[in-house]
């Protein structure tokens, strides 16, 4: 199936799988949340607001979307958690090694702001970069 297929169908509703290239990354938001009350775990620490919280069990949660396309048709598609590691082209041992490093902050937020030659990355999602030397203003 090609994206100019799914594009093109607009009434109906496809679903199927496209072979396509990562044009850039929009955005990419990695975080460990309370597995009660899905706050931020800081330092092992739920940082609900409300009063404390009796978990200090935290979940990896992943997001992001991107800008993709296949020849036929550009789009913007959005992952979650293993889709993330995925899209990242990151095996099983980086994802985790990643995990680890967001791990004390709780989360981190990456926007892609354009070509500019001036893009900033979060000093925390740096390891992300050495990682994965693809990651940067296209994947």
């Not at 109906?12 to 597995?35: E, F, M």
């Not at 889709?83 to 990242?88: C, P, T």
């Not at 990151?90 to 893009?119: A, D, N």
Request: proline share 3%; net charge positive; aromatic share 8%.
């Amino acid at each position: 199936m090609y994206l100019g297929n799914l594009i093109s169908s607009r009434g109906t509703r496809l679903q199927g799988i496209v072979c396509c290239h990562v044009v850039n990354a929009c955005w990419l938001k990695l975080q460990w949340v309370c597995s009660l009350c899905c706050s931020i775990i800081k330092q092992g620490k739920c940082t609900r607001g409300s009063g404390p919280c009796l978990s200090a069990v935290g979940i990896f949660r992943a997001n992001a979307s991107a800008i993709v396309e296949d020849g036929t048709a550009e789009a913007r598609v959005y992952c979650k958690d293993k889709q993330v590691a995925d899209l990242l082209a990151l095996g099983s041992v980086k994802w985790e090694r990643l995990q680890q490093h967001i791990e004390p902050q709780g989360e981190v937020y990456f926007q892609y702001q354009g070509r500019t030659g001036h893009e900033l990355v979060s000093e925390s999602l740096f390891p992300l970069f050495i990682l994965n030397p693809k990651c940067g203003t296209s994947f």
